[in-house]
């Protein structure tokens, strides 16, 4: 697999996660991804670069354009150094938030694309790579 | 500092929301929506979010809140001119919109409150506010 | 290895005329030789044409295989298979162009070589030679086939999903064939475009045609419903066929609050209504 470019920002503020959708709909734009496609993957990552403020106190934006045997995809990386998911299968779960959970972020974010992994222990900080290829 | 213009149309608010939103801007939309149907009677909202190519769980709880406040204050909110694409990413995100109508365009959106309106006053008799 | 080499193809270049001669009489008498596909002129000059490049690979002693002389005769078996899956040739058909080679080819080495040891040689490098080209003109065939079948099925699949406008409001998918994950998206994401074009409140979604559906599939219909409904417009589900009834509810399927009717008759009736439409039948009288 060849990662053909890549790109990083801060996320800090929420003038970040509008800056964060429009670099990914640019490069999935370029990627000749389709329309629905394009806003899975858009919206997918405006959840995630909204959990980096609300939960992890700040963090950084990766994006990759990759390459695997002909098929084109986009990874996005999403970190923090925030207190970490405690209980990560509940997070994971669907549900209108109170307060105390996720919300919709997680579970559904990782309906919106190909590839989801997330990696987070308290104390640590969290990190999700998500994958979207294009046509899949 | 910008805002999100409200137009009086009659007896309802028309909002078009046409521009990426980020959260002051929603939240202050919000606030404004709610003033200004207090101070122009206003028995609804269209929500107009045709231009919107992205609608996450933010925005998506937000038409959420703005249709519960204009219950609570007696509006009726309806949205219309969702994308396809939005719709069908809304409805892998999870999220339903309970309780949010819904129309395809402002003329039939105008048309649900114009009905709904007209129900309203039936049941209590005529009056005006 | 060059003297070999070089030795096969000094036999070719003396021998050609007769090894294309016998060559073409195996594939004319052969039971794969399919008279009635292709002309025995097209046949005499495609032999020709191979025996020619063949001659000059086994000339040039490559061993790169993706150098001139290699490229070029793959090039021709390639350009081989392609009108072969176009004339209707199965694989082995095709295959059998270059492995009927072998014999002609054997039965001229054993004529010219005497030496034993030689021979043996000389048998295993042609043998090896023709088998490398035929498999090569199996994968060339397989590549062609498969790109006219994904062509076929990007026509039929905008072919079969029209969506139609049956009155003010009211828009009627018929849905026809086995529906795939990737072809339902497809046809749903159509559907939802041409709701928003036409303005119509309600979409007919009429599955008579479809023979079966799976869990895949009834999700996705259930997220277009769900979609349909998020941008104002309800859906009607109808054609539902005693079978597939009774695989919704064997898989645990969910069609609590849609709107499903026998037949798009009905489901018609049912959107008029709902549109505050009605039919009226007119007097006799003129």
Redesign the interface.
Known sequence: MVVLKDETASIRSSDDIVRVRRIVREWAVSLGFSLVDQTKVVTAASELARNVIDYGGGGDFRIEALNNDARRGLRLTFSDEGPGIVDLEQAMKDGFTTGGGLGLGLGGAKRLVNEFMIDSKPGRGTTVVVVRWKNL | MERIPILKMGRFLLVTIQVDMHDRLAMTLQEDLTDRIVKDHAHGVLLDISSLEIVDSFIGRMIGHIAGVSRVLDAKTVVVGMRPAVAITLVELGMTLDGVSTALNVDTGMAMLSASLEEREQLNGGSQR | MTEQHSKVAQLLRKHERDILQQWLSYQISATTMRADLIKESDLREQSRRFLQLLTEVVQQNGDDENAGSWRSVKDMLAEVSRSRVAQGFSPSETATFVFSLKQPMFDMLRREVRDVEELGREIWMTTSLLDKLGLYTTEAYLQSRESIIARQQQELMELSTPVVQLWDNIVALPLIGTLDSERT?VV??NL??K??ET???IAIIDITGVPTVDTLVAQHLL?TV????????DCIISGIRPQIAQTIVHLGINLADIITKATLADAFAIALQRTGAKVTRLSGKE
Do not use: F, T, Y
């Open positions: 998206q749903m994401e939802l475009e709701v928003v303005g119509a409140s997220k769900a979609a349909a409904r998020l941008m104002g417009a």
